[in-house]
């Protein structure tokens, strides 16, 4: 019968059960009321984890696009060239006819080029490049195959009035609007008119103009700074074949190959190196912010917490659902500071640029921002925000269900966590205290600052513990006492902010030690190099004239000159006899063809290096070189012993000593066809001394003029400097009269002022290019320590906050308004005093640390260490407003709100 087996039917279904994804996603929109009710908390973890992804994604995108711009870098309006031809060893210029000459043999893949330096207005030098505008245009691929330019460029530029010889020059959009809006400009007291095209054609801060044009300017006529060569084939062994056969090299021209960008690279990756540590320091800075607020909000729940699960939600779907939380608050914070990030980037772009110009002559391209930032710091925030997380949800979600809301019951933990970063700490910086001595490069270095900045703010807590136990006996009786011994119960909830404060206080003194040091080791430096009263930097042509001018002139007391070469230099031996170029964590430098030695050189594994090969007169030689060591007997030769001095970025990057042996080339090729002087021509070169060279990240080496005319090296000068009689026979000119001076010779000479430049002017320029230069450093120095300092605003605020309730009750047991102001107010600023004070050390040894270890190996500069009390008091008054604006809300808040309101929010 069917109707008795219908009530089987219905004992065998069972009540339906909801999944651990639905159970979790309820639990969600209860935090989701939780967070409209208390938007702070979710507000506190969003502000950490934008601001962030905000400086990581500024300082990316900015050196991202700055290692695009190097490996895309092309000649102006053309391609990128395959090789070069320069001017033969030992000239300065490459003869025109050369190129005439690649075009009578069919290679008409090839580019002529001048570049030089132009006079403006007010007498700033311009930097200005002529090409053949036609052979650069025609080597442009189709408007089709290039979708990235914006039109063809051979439709927009009016070339007639470019080949004509009109006083017409290019810039790019973003270029002419800040130093040509009016669409003219003044160079060599001619006006030329500016044209602009879109800055997506790579022209940077560079002035174009056509070849005929920049030779006038430069006073180049007839001859070139190098030539292009493309070759689509890539058959570059058959092309260098065949300009030997034409005779061109090597006695017309040298041929080198292009690196794609690779020497630029390796010179400036530790300036992006630093950069991105940096980035990392203000993104472990904005994680401990968005930490912070994560266990605020979750201190602020555990009585819901626990009611939900006594309520018969399981834990895993309680964890499921804190996990869900944490995701979607990392995707809207990382998706808000990647849009400030870029907005950020673009405002440092032109400080970057700025910088790598002024430092290694680099050129950065229009940036372009990409969807792969995104992704990275997404996952980035997202791996390090489930690592920080994950164990305060375990622990939650772990608890018992008969446990209650108290919050004091994890002191005891706390205070042993406390105890074990400290100890973890110092292992790490016993560590360090082994490795930094034994480190020679500044990668590793980097790694070891790392290992201490991670260990500073570990050694916080329990260091601010100890200090509160030594002010408790010092306190009086009664409120005083009770207000010292709650503050050691505010270290655990606000250890992490102080910390972060910690991280960035310490950073910023480094950073501004760093920065303030170098400002006065360059000021001393340029005390000793600058002698004389007036520089002068006349063109090429013009040089002779000038010379025997101010030779004859009676104003004129003494007349000091520098030469000046490119060269290779190869490390032949050291001292010991042994190759100094192996081991050692010695950088690879690139290595073109061999030098060509004397026989009787024995020809050890040698690596050419580029460099900037000078001379001088020998007072200026030995009073102004600003020797960092030499051998005693330098002088004592009177300078015509084959001695060389080193750069001291030189020396340390390929780590080069006192007594080692070095060849340069030009000594050698220069002599050939020059078999009687090439008997007294030096072999080898001595390393006779290293002298500072601060500012200067290239190789540079100087030798005695004896030397350089031995080699038969050109005998103009590039530079001439000169001291000048005061007027009545004084020995010097005054400030007043240099003045003249400097317009007299400007007028009599036919020179822009800024060829003629005073020693102050130069180190007053110097001083300001430094700025420039260290601008970038500061701002991001100065955006972490804002990083910090909102984060301290967002702790202090969100525990202010949260003691209510047992404030409001000191208030009913008679305690008025003004002194509970003053409790809180003091104990938040003894946290904060007993953070800044332990900041002072701590960036004292980080300072110490960037400038005798990071900076000496990454750049070849040693800077004497100079503490600046003022940078410290800045960066301190910003921790300690932000505090007080911090607390000064809250009170003020409370003081709007009736007393049993207050009493009722939950207790810490």
């Known amino acids: ?32 009321a939780h967070y409209r009710h208390s938007p702070l908390q979710a507000g506190a973890t969003l502000l950490g984890i934008a601001l962030a992804v905000t400086l990581l994604i500024g300082v990316k995108a900015t050196n991202d696009n700055a290692i695009r711009s190097y490996s895309e870098a092309t000649e102006l309006l053309s391609l990128r ?36 330096r132009v006079a403006g207005k007010q007498g700033q030098l311009w930097q200005i490049e002529g090409s053949d505008l036609v052979a650069a245009i025609s080597l442009q691929p189709p408007p089709s195959a290039n979708a990235s330019h914006p039109k063809d460029l051979r439709a927009s530029l009016p070339l007639g009035e470019l080949l004509s010889g009109e006083g017409l020059v290019i810039m790019s959009d973003s270029f002419a609007a800040k130093v040509a809006p009016e669409g003219r400009l003044e160079l060599d007291d001619i006006h030329l008119k500016v044209l602009t095209i879109d800055d997506k054609w790579g022209l940077g801060s560079a002035i174009l103009a056509d070849i005929s044009l920049a030779q006038s300017l430069l006073g180049m006529q007839g001859k070139l700074s190098y030539i292009a060569l493309f070759n689509e084939g890539g058959h570059l062994s058959a092309l260098k074949a065949q300009l030997s056969q034409l005779g061109l090299i090597p006695k017309r021209a040298s041929f080198t190959l292009e690196d794609q960008g690779q020497t630029l690279m390796a010179l400036t990756r530790s300036f992006h190196l630093n950069l991105n540590a940096m980035s990392m320091l203000a993104f472990i800075v904005g994680l401990f912010i968005a930490y912070n607020g994560v266990r605020y909000s979750l201190m602020k729940r555990q009585k819901l917490l626990i009611q939900l699960l006594q309520q018969g939600l399981t834990r895993q779907a309680l964890m499921l659902a804190l996990l869900l939380e944490l995701l979607l608050l990392v995707l809207l914070g990382t998706g808000i500071g990647f849009i400030l990030g870029l907005q950020l980037s673009h405002w440092l772009q032109p400080m970057v640029a700025m910088t790598l110009e002024q430092l290694y002559g680099a050129h950065l391209l229009p940036g372009k921002w990409q969807w792969r930032w995104l992704v990275e710091a997404t996952g980035l925030t997202l791996v390090a925000a489930f690592a920080a997380c994950l ?9 018992p269900l008969a446990q209650g809301a108290h919050r004091y019951q994890h002191t005891q933990a706390q205070r042993q966590t406390h105890a074990k970063q400290f100890a973890f700490a110092c292992v790490l910086l016993a560590l360090v205290a082994v490795g930094f001595p034994l480190s020679q490069h500044y990668n590793t270095s980097l790694i070891l600052l790392a290992l ?9 807590p329990q260091l601010l513990h100890w200090a509160i136990n030594g002010l408790q006996p010092l306190a009086k009786a009664g409120l005083w006492h009770y207000m010292v011994s709650e503050t050691r119960e505010l270290i655990a909830p606000l250890s992490l902010a102080m910390m972060a404060i910690l991280l960035a206080l310490s950073a910023n003194i480094a950073m501004n030690t760093l920065v303030g040091s170098f400002e006065r080791t360059l000021t001393t430096w340029l005390e000793t190099r600058l002698h004389a009263d007036v520089y002068l930097r006349p063109p090429s042509h013009q040089m002779a004239a000038i010379q025997a001018h101010l030779a004859k002139d009676p104003r004129v007391s003494e007349l000091y000159q520098q030469w000046q070469i490119e060269a290779k ?60 060591e030499r051998l005693p007997e330098l002088w004592s030769a009177n300078m015509t012993e084959p001695y060389i001095l080193l750069s001291e970025p030189l020396a340390i990057k390929y780590q080069l000593q006192l007594g080692d042996r070095v060849a340069v080339d030009v000594l050698s090729q220069s002599l050939n066809g020059h078999d009687s002087a090439r008997e007294h021509a030096p072999q080898t070169l001595l390393v006779a001394g290293i002298y500072y060279d601060h500012g200067n990240t290239g190789n540079e080496a100087i030798i005695s003029q004896h030397t350089w005319r031995q080699a038969q090296l050109p005998l103009l000068p590039v ?85 209510q309730a047992p404030l409001a009750r000191l208030y009913a ?92 929010q939950e207790t810490l």
């Not at 320069?86 to 190129?99: A, F, I, K, R, S």
């Not at 164990?391 to 608890?399: A, G, N, S």
């Not at 594994?605 to 009073?623: A, C, E, K, N, V």
């Not at 407003?881 to 207050?902: D, E, H, M, N």
């Open 1 to 32: 019968m069917l109707p008795p087996q219908k009530p089987q039917a219905s004992t065998q279904v069972k009540p339906k059960q909801d999944s651990a994804f639905t159970l979790a996603w309820l639990s969600a929109r209860v935090f989701w």
């Open 81 to 116: 060239a395959d090789a070069l031809l320069t001017p033969p060893v030992g000239q300065e210029h490459l003869d025109e006819d050369v190129y005439f000459a690649l075009k009578r043999a069919g290679l008409s893949r090839s580019l002529a080029v001048v570049t030089g």
């Open 391 to 399: 164990p305060l949800y375990l622990d939650l979600t772990r608890q």
């Open 452 to 460: 201490v900045t991670l260990a500073i703010p570990l050694l916080l």
């Open 569 to 628: 230099l190869a490390i032949v031996t050291g001292s010991d006899g042994q190759n100094h170029n192996q081991g050692l964590g010695r950088p690879a430098a690139p290595a073109p063809s061999a030098i060509d030695l004397p026989a009787n050189v024995v020809d050890a594994q040698r690596t050419q290096l580029p460099i900037r090969l000078l001379s001088r007169d020998d007072y200026s030689l030995q009073h102004t070189s600003a020797l960092k």
């Open 719 to 803: 530079s001439l400097a000169a001291r000048f009689y005061g007027q009545g026979g004084k020995p010097r000119a005054t400030e007043s009269e240099l003045e003249q001076i400097q317009q007299d010779l400007s007028r009599e000479l036919g020179l822009a002022q800024a060829q003629v430049v005073s020693q102050s002017k130069i180190k007053n320029q110097a001083i300001a290019m430094f700025k420039r230069t260290f601008a970038i450093t500061l701002v991001l120095n100065s955006l972490t320590l804002l990083v910090a300092a909102i984060g301290l605003f967002s702790a202090c605020l969100m525990l202010t906050q949260a003691r």
């Open 813 to 904: 047991l008679g305690v008025s308004r003004r002194q509970l102001g003053t409790l809180v107010a003091t104990q938040m600023l003894i946290v904060v005093l007993l953070t800044c004070l332990i900041a002072m050390p701590t960036g004292a040894i980080l300072g110490y640390l960037l400038i005798h270890k990071i900076t000496l190996q990454a750049f070849g500069w040693s800077i004497a260490m100079f503490w600046d009390w003022q940078t410290y008091a800045n960066a301190m008054v910003i921790a300690l407003g932000s505090c007080a604006l911090a607390v000064c809300l809250p009170l003020y808040w409370q003081t709007r709100k009736p007393i049993i309101t207050s009493l009722q």
